[in-house]
């Protein structure tokens, strides 16, 4: 609802009000809610809003506070509004926020009648002022609080450098050292400490000003980790590992070797070898399906269907696969047969595994779920239970597949190493001639 602000024309107080108002508002206050129009200017165009009272508490000689919550509408859509309104006698103030930022407002009001100002200039907020009764109160209290004993403070005597420590030493009355802190580089050995002087000068950790030189105390935390190191138990000793016959090569080696074999025998396997294992057979199983006149279909795309779906989807009771995705997304799925995978699903037991029951075709085009009454009065086509675990709430996508054409496999064929269908590998499978049931 924000608006560039008209040019200023004076520093008056008024001037400034008017150049921080954003728009007005003009229309009636009721119990329930307050509604109207909002405008920039009197002779303009105007927009409606509307705004429910959600709250109402009396605040103090004549005054009281509402609480609104609402929209209005702004370039063509609606744009949510929350505003907090104190009225004291005729007088209207407070506060409000929408998608546009924080604002103020500024008016009147008369019987029913309500005129505000939004405002860009944020009002600073009320400052009640404490009683006096509560400030002798609390000053009184403050007395009455015995005084805390100071603790005495220990002491501590400060542990002396050790042997050979780099120390900055500064004596009283003595301004020659180059340092900006008058202190002077120096080494302890032996009780004296050593600098660029020539002779050596006792030393007394208690009564010198000294402190530990620039990179003494790194070396402090290295002889300390060095120390603690030190008292650490040995490592335990690691068995003899065999040593390994000159004629076994490394698993990596083995490894590359079993991949450059297979390799070569995918690409030189004769064709039956490879179709056997494009069906998940082994080749003496699928020459042996192959003599007695089963046939190699082409391949396919799976699709999961859960039990019991799977079975409803090709005996005809399901005639909708429900999915969050619309059939022509991520590759397309209209007109093109799929392989039907049934798996367990969550009632999956122990050596169960998915098979591929038959086939299923849907149409190009998928029914768009957008309410639930929709979704009801479809429950005997898609067979999803009001109130399951697969029941749709109405929030999210929801499309519907509708079924084309099914055929039934007689007995069930292994499925597909990688199920699913998006990203899914086609993959053929070897079918007895009679092994159909079409629907």
């Given at each position: 609802?924000?608006?560039?602000?008209?040019?200023?024309?004076?520093s008056?107080?008024?001037?400034?009000?008017?150049?921080?108002?954003?728009?007005?508002?003009?229309?009636?206050l009721?119990?329930?809610?307050?509604?109207?129009?909002?405008?920039?200017a009197?002779?303009?165009e105007?927009?409606?809003?509307?705004?429910?009272?959600?709250?109402?508490?009396?605040?103090?000689?004549?005054?009281?506070?509402?609480?609104?919550?609402?929209?209005?509408?702004?370039?063509?859509?609606?744009?949510?509004?929350?505003?907090?309104?104190?009225?004291?006698?005729?007088?209207?103030?407070?506060?409000?926020?929408?998608?546009?930022?924080?604002?103020?407002?500024?008016?009147?009001?008369?019987?029913?009648?309500?005129?505000?100002?939004?405002?860009?200039?944020?009002?600073?907020?009320?400052?009640?002022?404490?009683?006096?009764?509560?400030?002798?109160?609390?000053?009184?209290?403050?007395?009455?609080?015995?005084?805390?004993?100071?603790?005495?403070?220990?002491?501590?005597?400060?542990?002396?450098?050790?042997?050979?420590?780099?120390?900055l030493?500064k004596?009283?009355?003595?301004?020659?050292?180059?340092?900006e802190d008058?202190?002077?580089?120096?080494?302890?050995?032996g009780?004296?400490?050593?600098?660029?002087?020539?002779?050596?000068?006792?030393?007394?950790?208690?009564d010198?000003?000294?402190?530990?030189?620039?990179?003494?105390?790194k070396?402090?935390?290295l002889?300390?980790?060095?120390?603690?190191?030190?008292?650490?138990?040995?490592p335990p000793?690691?068995?003899?590992?065999?040593?390994?016959?000159?004629?076994?090569?490394?698993?990596?080696?083995?490894?590359?070797?079993v991949?450059e074999?297979?390799?070569f025998?995918?690409?030189?396997?004769?064709?039956?070898?490879?179709?056997?294992?494009?069906c998940?057979?082994?080749p003496?199983?699928y020459l042996?399906?192959?003599?007695?006149?089963?046939?190699?279909?082409r391949?396919?795309?799976?699709?999961?269907v859960?039990?019991p779906w799977?079975?409803?989807?090709?005996?005809?009771?399901?005639?909708?696969?429900?999915r969050?995705y619309?059939?022509?997304?991520?590759?397309?799925?209209?007109?093109e047969?799929?392989?039907?995978?049934?798996?367990?699903?969550?009632?999956?037991?122990?050596?169960?595994?998915?098979?591929?029951?038959?086939?299923?075709?849907?149409?190009?085009?998928?029914?768009?779920?957008?309410?639930?009454?929709?979704?009801?009065?479809?429950?005997d086509k898609?067979?999803?239970?009001?109130?399951?675990d697969?029941?749709w709430?109405?929030?999210?996508?929801?499309?519907?597949?509708?079924?084309?054409?099914?055929?039934?496999?007689?007995?069930?064929?292994p499925?597909?190493?990688?199920?699913g269908?998006?990203n899914?590998?086609?993959?053929?499978?070897l079918?007895?001639?009679?092994g159909?049931?079409?629907?």
């Open positions: 609802m924000s608006s560039p602000a008209a040019p200023a024309g004076s008056t107080p008024a001037d400034a009000t008017e150049t921080a108002t954003i728009c007005h508002l003009a229309g009636t009721t119990a329930s809610e307050c509604a109207g129009d909002w405008f920039y009197a002779e303009g105007r927009w409606p809003f509307r705004l429910a009272v959600l709250d109402e508490r009396d605040t103090g000689v004549d005054e009281r506070t509402l609480l609104l919550r609402g929209s209005f509408e702004h370039a063509g859509g609606i744009a949510d509004d929350d505003l907090e309104l104190t009225i004291c006698n005729n007088d209207v103030s407070g506060s409000g926020s929408s998608r546009f930022g924080a604002y103020t407002v500024v008016g009147t009001v008369h019987g029913d009648s309500i005129q505000i100002r939004k405002l860009k200039n944020v009002l600073p907020k009320k400052r009640r002022r404490r009683s006096t009764k509560k400030v002798d109160e609390d000053a009184s209290r403050e007395l009455d609080k015995p005084k805390k004993r100071k603790k005495k403070q220990k002491l501590v005597a400060r542990k002396p450098p050790a042997e050979g420590a780099q120390l030493v004596w009283a009355g003595d301004d020659g050292s180059d340092r008058g202190r002077y580089p120096c080494v302890l050995r009780g004296q400490l050593y600098g660029d002087w020539e002779e050596p000068v006792p030393f007394d950790p208690d010198d000003d000294w402190r530990y030189g620039e990179g003494a105390y070396q402090r935390a002889d300390f980790v060095a120390r603690f190191c030190a008292k650490l138990p040995p000793k690691e068995p003899k590992k065999r040593q390994k016959r000159v004629d076994i090569p490394p698993v990596e080696a083995i490894g590359d070797l991949a074999m297979a390799e025998v995918a690409d030189n396997a004769p064709e039956d070898i490879q179709n056997a294992y494009a998940s057979l082994h003496a199983e042996r399906r192959w003599a007695r006149g089963d046939s190699l279909l391949p396919l795309r799976g699709l999961n859960q039990h799977a079975p409803m989807l090709l005996d005809g009771s399901k005639v909708i696969e429900a969050t619309d059939i022509d997304d991520k590759g397309g799925f209209g007109n047969w799929f392989w039907v995978v049934e798996t367990p699903g969550k009632q999956r037991q122990r050596g169960q595994r998915a098979r591929i029951t038959g086939c299923v075709k849907f149409c190009r085009e998928a029914v768009r779920y957008t309410s639930l009454d929709q979704w009801r009065a479809d429950e898609h067979r999803i239970a009001a109130g399951s697969y029941d709430d109405g929030r999210g996508a929801m499309f519907g597949w509708r079924v084309e054409r099914v055929m039934v496999l007689r007995e069930p064929v499925g597909p190493d990688r199920k269908t998006i899914s590998k086609p993959v053929p499978r079918v007895p001639r009679d159909w049931v079409v629907a």
